[in-house]
């Protein structure tokens, strides 16, 4: 069980998540390389401190995800194994501008 960030994130990443989040697990690699940030799922102690701080409602515990939100709990964990491809899927998703 984990956090999930899910679409709302995407080209916002304000990262107001990011400074209260106690075990730094919440990652990008850099601004030109990723769209939206990603909850590791082997690391958040599922505090739920990040969630009120979303300012666009892009955070959940996994087990509250939106329906249709689910993917979003695999495209989290896949960044940490495979970021391109979850770039790529993440292009398709929302195009960018
Ligand atoms: S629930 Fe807690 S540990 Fe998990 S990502 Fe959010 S702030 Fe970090
Ligand atoms: S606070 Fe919300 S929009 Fe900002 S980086 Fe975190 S999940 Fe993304």
């Known amino acids: 069980m984990t956090y999930v960030i899910f679409s709302p994130c995407i080209d916002t990443k304000n990262k107001?998540?990011?400074?209260?989040c106690p075990v730094?697990?919440?990652?990008?690699?850099?601004?030109?390389?990723?769209?939206m940030?990603?909850?590791?799922?082997?690391e958040c102690i599922e505090c739920g401190a990040c969630e009120p701080e979303c300012p666009v409602t892009a955070?959940?515990?996994d087990s509250a995800v939106?329906?249709?939100?689910?993917e979003f709990i695999?495209?989290?964990?896949q960044w940490f194994e495979d970021p391109d491809a979850v770039?790529?899927?993440?292009?398709?998703?929302?195009?960018?501008?």
């Open 37 to 42: 940030l990603y909850i590791n799922p082997d």
């Open 66 to 70: 939106p329906d249709n939100e689910k």
């Open 24 to 35: 730094s697990c919440i990652y990008l690699e850099s601004d030109e390389l990723d769209r």
């Open 16 to 20: 107001s998540c990011v400074d209260v």
């Open 87 to 97: 770039r790529a899927r993440i292009n398709e998703i929302k195009p960018p501008a």
């Open 74 to 77: 695999q495209l989290n964990a």
């Open 59 to 61: 955070i959940a515990h």
